[in-house]
Each structure stands twice: as structure tokens, then as C-alpha cells.
Nanobody, 124 residues
Framework: QVQLIESGGGLVQAGGSLRLSCAAS????????MAWFRQAPGTERTIVGA????????YYTDSVKDRFTISRDNAKNTMYLQMNNLKPEDTAVYYC?????????????????WGQGTQVTVSS
């Protein structure tokens, strides 16, 4: 098990930027496939993007491609989500998630470790 703590959320105007961080406990962070999910009120939690253990493979949902960038620093046990050109429809609680695997997964049921979430609100 790994404990995850997100930070960096907040209120930003449309077109602005935010960087989220996800700090993980433990000494095997590099063995985890990491992901960002988001959930707006009244909707299901869906994947934003994911990154494998050595950062040579990333995945993004279509709506955030070319605007969001996932990265990780295994020496710091931290994953990041750089969000640029934010839109009101990006407003949601953002969660980081982890799974012990070298394979990509894009559904919530395949991730066993979750953070508490951080609110991102984009005003128009």
C-alpha cells in the first residue's frame, strides 16, 4: 500500500494554469503506475492521464491532450499534473491514484490506492 496526498488545487480563471502534486509514501514509488482522475459533481470519476514507472509512457484523455502534462520524480516520490489553458469544464476534484503494475489502466476499479482529492475550479 502507498499513501497519496494531493496538493496544488485552487481557483483560476479560464486560460490560466495550475500545477498539481501527488506525494507518495514508501520506498517503491517507481514500481507504481500512477494516474490522475477527476470527478465533477454528479458525474463519474474519469481518468485524466497516467504515467508508467520510468516515465517513458504517458496517456491522456482526449479532452486534455496538448493542455495537460503528467510527470513524476521518483527520487522525490512525487507525481505532477501541469494544467495549462484551463477551461471551465476542467472544474472538478482531482485525485491521484496508484497501482502496482507496468501496464496502463484507465478505469477506477484497477487502482487500489487513492489520495483524498484536491479541488480545481476554473471560472469563465
Amino acid at each position: 500500500q502507498v499513501q497519496l496526498i494531493e496538493s496544488g488545487g485552487g481557483l483560476v480563471q479560464a486560460g490560466g494554469s495550475l500545477r498539481l502534486s501527488c506525494a507518495a509514501s514508501g520506498r517503491t514509488f517507481g514500481n507504481y503506475y500512477m494516474a490522475w482522475f477527476r470527478q465533477a459533481p454528479g458525474t463519474e470519476r474519469t481518468i485524466v492521464g497516467a504515467i508508467n514507472g520510468n516515465s517513458d509512457s504517458t496517456y491522456y484523455t482526449d479532452s486534455v491532450k496538448d493542455r495537460f502534462t503528467i510527470s513524476r520524480d521518483n527520487a522525490k516520490n512525487t507525481m505532477y499534473l501541469q494544467m495549462n489553458n484551463l477551461k471551465p469544464e476542467d472544474t472538478a476534484v482531482y485525485y491521484c491514484a496508484a497501482r502496482i503494475s507496468s501496464r496502463l489502466a484507465i478505469t477506477t476499479d484497477l487502482y487500489g490506492n487513492w489520495g483524498q482529492g484536491t479541488q480545481v475550479t476554473v471560472s469563465s
